[in-house]
């Protein structure tokens, strides 16, 4: 766990891990042979993963008795002792390394898990630039960072998470979907994605600097509901020849009333950064088979904002940038 992180530290990690971590190995094994269909929403293409592994963090119980009742498995002392790191040490926080692990229940050929060392609530705010200078040492993957009410299954402990690129459609949709500029600069762009994710802000920027300003600036406009610490948000973010993009989705609600209905209207679908992404994660077979377009277009109807809340949004982010 002192080897630094780099491209060749970290395909020899995963060879390493896969190898000799019996549960890891056995579940990167089934994620090759797991079972995906296609669904088109609104002109969305997304994928429907079923992926029994994922049932502990889909059906997790974030509420604070839960959390304060077991052991945080994010924390170094409660992980396998057979899970190995690498260290990233972000400039501005020198004080608190992360460290990059293997995930092991994977919904990516490739993912990652990246808490910070000490135990510390999942708060965004201030530790933004980690992401984006994570995004630029991670070539090839997309970072991911889930709300402690908005999917983390440990919001007491902060983290990121990573899978490789091109596996999410909404990396490569990007480009042909609408979007409504909200700020321009020689470096930087901040738009409204027309879509069916309403609430969807992306920022493209060449400098790293700024656009942690500019999330640091849109995020302080968002609204903090009660018992809430922070606004409601997943994020993605990732860099490509040197320009960093970050898809900020703002939420309405944590989990849909398919997660909660009895009998045939249930859907254990805890939605998440990857769920947005378009690809939904459905652990049992039974939600799997069934789930169709209504049933993805209601879930995205109630956990992300409405579409007049998304246009005060963008009201209220020009009027300070
Ligand atoms: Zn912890």
Redesign the pocket.
Do not use: T, Y
């Given at each position: 766990m002192t080897e630094t992180l780099n491209s060749v530290n970290l395909a020899a990690l995963f060879d390493e891990q896969l190898a000799c971590w019996e549960q890891a190995g056995a579940n990167y094994k089934a994620l090759e042979r797991v079972l995906v269909k296609d669904v088109n929403v609104d002109g969305f293409p997304f994928k429907v993963q079923f992926n029994p592994a994922r049932i502990t963090s889909s059906a997790a119980k974030v509420d604070a008795k839960s959390i304060s009742e077991r052991k945080?498995f994010?924390?170094k002392e409660n992980r396998p002792a057979i899970q190995k790191g690498l260290d990233f040490i972000n400039n501005s926080d020198s004080a608190n390394p992360y460290t990059v692990l293997i995930n092991p229940f994977p919904i990516f050929p490739r993912h990652l898990t990246i808490p910070l060392l000490a135990?510390t609530d999942q708060l965004i705010s201030g530790r933004f630039d980690a992401m984006l200078n994570l995004a630029k040492v991670l070539e090839g993957y997309t970072l991911f960072y889930n709300g402690p009410k908005c999917g983390a299954s440990?919001p007491?402990?902060f983290h990121f998470q990573a899978g490789n690129r091109g596996f999410l459609p909404i990396e490569s949709e990007l480009a042909d979907i609408s979007r409504e500029d909200i700020f321009t600069s020689d470096k930087s762009r901040v738009s409204l994605v027309k879509s069916i994710f309403n609430g969807l802000i992306t920022i493209e920027s060449s400098c790293a600097v700024e656009a942690n300003t500019l999330f640091e600036k849109i995020f302080a406009t968002l609204e903090v509901k009660e018992g809430e610490r922070e606004p409601m948000v997943n994020i993605l973010c990732w860099c490509d020849s040197d320009v960093y993009t970050t898809l900020l989705y703002i939420r309405e609600k944590h989990r849909p009333s398919h997660y909660f209905a009895e009998g045939d209207a249930n859907i254990l679908l805890s939605p998440a950064s990857v769920d947005l992404g378009g690809v939904m994660i459905t652990p049992l077979e039974k939600d799997f088979e069934k789930i169709d377009q209504n049933d993805i277009r209601e879930i995205l109807n109630e956990i992300c904002i409405s579409e007049p809340k998304s246009l005060a949004i963008v009201n209220k982010i020009k009027s300070i940038l």
């Open positions: 945080c994010l924390c135990h440990a007491d402990h």
